[in-house]
Structure formats: structure tokens, C-alpha cells
């Protein structure tokens, strides 16, 4: 099956937009944060960051954590993987976090994103951000933010690609070959 692109350039920035302006609605006024979950949801968090900047005219704090050693496949598939670390220079406790992905699909990066989160401190909310949900839940979290839902078959492979990371912005499935 050929690749499938989701997202070009230019839809990829109108949705990175929209999700900043949905956050200013929702949680503007709030004491807020973001926190990308590597490696990509770390720069979508920081481009969002700054777009709510500018929204609001105030600086956003945003950081990153890396959920390897939180996930529970990591004894079986991701011994060889090195984390990449966290970076949170501020406080959680009593802030609403947004946990910002790039692509939501059995939920389980997620849930090891909240133990993980959860062991910094203990926040008022936790909220998802996430620019791509593909379905295929494993676990009972659906993100309270969506860029863009894309009903994929389970085998499918998407590739999210950021400026930040890979030089060019998309959103592209590759579909199985049968």
C-alpha cells in the first residue's frame, strides 16, 4: 500500500495552531504547563509553547520527560534503549500539566508518562495534547486535546515528522502490504 500523507507542511502548522488556540480557551488563565513526552511530543510541546506565548503575551513553561523506564514492555523490547532524561525546572505540584504526543494509540506511552509524572509530584490536572490519535486503545485514556483523528489498521506505521527533528513537517501512514 502506498504511503498516506495525513498532513502536509501547511495543514501540519494550521493544526499545530489550532490546538495552541484550543489550550487558550480552555486552560488560558490557569496556572499551565506542558510537558512533551519523547522524543517527538518534546518539540510539538515547545512549538506550542511558543504559539501560546504570543497568544497570551506570557511566557509558557514547558518541559520534557522520557517514559523508557516507566513502560511496561521495558524488561522485553526496550532493554537496549539509553532514556534521553527529563527536564522539568519547575514545579508540578498543584499546576494543570498538559502532557503533549505526537501519536496516541494504546495508550500505554501515556500511562507510563503519568507514573512517571506522578513521582515529580502531584499536580491539580493532568490533560493530553496529542497531534495524531490513531485509535486502538489497549487502556482507558483518550487525550482531552486532538490534532487530528486518523482511523488506522493496527499494523499500520505513522510517521510523524517535525522541522525541529527531521527538516520538514508531515504526517504520513504507511499501510501494510497485504
Known amino acids: 500500500m502506498a504511503p498516506h500523507v495525513v498532513l502536509d507542511a501547511a495543514a501540519f502548522e494550521r493544526t499545530v495552531r489550532r490546538l495552541a488556540h484550543e489550550v487558550t480557551e480552555r486552560a488560558g488563565g490557569e496556572d499551565f504547563a506542558l510537558v512533551g513526552i519523547q522524543t517527538r511530543g518534546v518539540p510539538l510541546a515547545e512549538r506550542i509553547a511558543a504559539m501560546l506565548g504570543e497568544i497570551e503575551g506570557r511566557s509558557i513553561e514547558c518541559g520534557s520527560i522520557d517514559v523508557t523506564l516507566y513502560r511496561d514492555d521495558y524488561r522485553t523490547t526496550l532493554k537496549s534503549e539509553i532514556p534521553m532524561g527529563n527536564h522539568l525546572s519547575f514545579p508540578i505540584d498543584g499546576k494543570n500539566i498538559i502532557l503533549v504526543d505526537d501519536v496516541l494509540f494504546t495508550g500505554r506511552s ?68 497485504e
Request: proline fraction near 4%; avoid cysteine; charge should be positive.
Open 110 to 177: 501515556v500511562r507510563a508518562a503519568i507514573d512517571e509524572l506522578i513521582s515529580f509530584g502531584r499536580p491539580k490536572r493532568i490533560q493530553l495534547l496529542v497531534l495524531i490519535d490513531r485509535g486502538h486503545r489497549q487502556l482507558p485514556i483518550r487525550a482531552d486535546y486532538v490534532g487530528k483523528n486518523v482511523p488506522t489498521n493496527i499494523a499500520d506505521k505513522v510517521k510523524v515528522k517535525m522541522a525541529e527533528v527531521d527538516g520538514e513537517d508531515s504526517v504520513v501512514i504507511h499501510g501494510v502490504e
